[in-house]
T-cell receptor, first 116, second 113 residues
């Protein structure tokens, strides 16, 4: 069963504008972690931000913030003041803790293209 | 600090040939992962190591895939024999422990012809 859902089509974003990437997840565990990674054309997965299921405040890291709505099981990524270098694939991932096999389940990703 | 290093970056082989990928994790990271990423998809875990021990290899096709992590540092992933469907990007990642964020290498793009 799909644990992470990212369904937005590719997005074009004007430089300096904000963009929100949707992510919904499915789990029956109370303890889990949510991650966002960026994958530019070079192929490397770059860790952006983490939200724990028990964290009461939304996580922020520089221009990245995570809009965590636990009841809706959503963990949307907000990128403020987009830059050309933000053009990439963005993956939402979930780690369920604790459970026997500690693995990250990734969504299919969101393509973002920032235009000048 | 050096990140996760993978080699080669690209590999083209004929089907039925063997192939091996190498990964050097971040120094001090006990947990090492190998992921498979098909085109247009997110990465899927193949195997996870805690130090030298493979603690999760349930997704590894053991008839043709094998992996090792000698001395709990570098790791190699091997496919023998390769099939056309193995064409994908193979990502290595490491983390301080199983609960901390994973850092990925640039991956090896395998093309089987």
């Amino acid at each position: 069963a799909q644990k992470i859902t990212q369904t937005q089509p590719g997005m074009f974003v004007q430089e300096k504008e904000a963009v929100t990437l949707d992510c919904t997840y499915d789990t029956s565990d109370q303890s889990y972690g949510l991650f966002w990674y960026k994958q530019p054309s070079s192929g490397e997965m770059i860790f952006l931000i983490y939200q724990g299921s028990y964290d009461e405040q939304n996580a922020t890291e520089g221009r990245y913030s995570l809009n965590f709505q636990k009841a809706r099981k959503s963990a949307n990524l907000v990128i403020s003041a987009s830059q050309l270098g933000d053009s990439a694939m963005y993956f939402c991932a979930m780690r369920e803790v604790p459970y026997g096999n500690n693995r990250l389940a990734f969504g299919k990703g969101n393509q973002v293209v920032v235009i000048p | 600090e050096a990140g996760v290093v993978q080699s080669p970056r690209y590999k083209i082989i004929e089907k039925k040939q063997p192939v091996a990928f190498w990964c050097n994790p971040i120094s001090g990271h006990n947990t090492l992962y190998w992921y498979l990423q098909n085109l247009g998809q997110g990465p899927e875990l193949l195997i996870r190591y805690e130090n030298e021990e493979a603690v999760d290899d349930s997704q590894l096709p053991k008839d043709r895939f094998s992996a090792e992590r000698l001395k709990g540092v570098d790791s190699t992933l091997k496919i023998q024999p390769a099939e056309l469907g193995d064409s994908a990007v193979y990502l290595c990642a490491s983390s301080l422990n199983q609960r901390s964020e994973a850092f990925f290498g640039q991956g090896t793009r395998l093309t089987v012809v």
